[in-house]
């Protein structure tokens, strides 16, 4: 009984972040307050916003893949705050996972696509820049 409940809320959980997903496919393009780039805070500001609605359900409030969506799925999501995940993998492969899921990069499928960012680089950045920020110094 058990592992059926731990499947049921893993279903439930990819359910879960597919429909927070399809919910931020209207995504507009953001620039910075004064009409240009973004600068590093607004980007980090930006990032950390992205990450909540996108990412936090499953990787956590402190990138540790302790989400509340978590628990149900298998294999675990990524921790970021691995210092040595941090160390190996370069800031393209995790732009590959965002916007191809993480199927594209050899990881888990229940991870989906955020393909609606493709054509916003600084959202790509904004959230490679909050990954980042989980990193131990």
Known sequence: MNGRRHAYIGIVAVI???????????HKRRTGANG???TQTELAAYGAELYALRCQACHGPHGQGDGPAAPGLQPKPRNYADKAWQ?????TRIVKAILEGGAAVGKSQAMPPQGDLRDDPEATAALVKTIRSFRPH
Not at 16 to 22: R, S
Not at 87 to 91: A, E, H, I
């Open 16 to 26: 879960g972040v597919g429909l927070l997903t399809l919910g931020a496919c209207g």
């Open 36 to 38: 240009g780039p973004m």
């Open 87 to 91: 160390d190996s993998v370069d800031d």
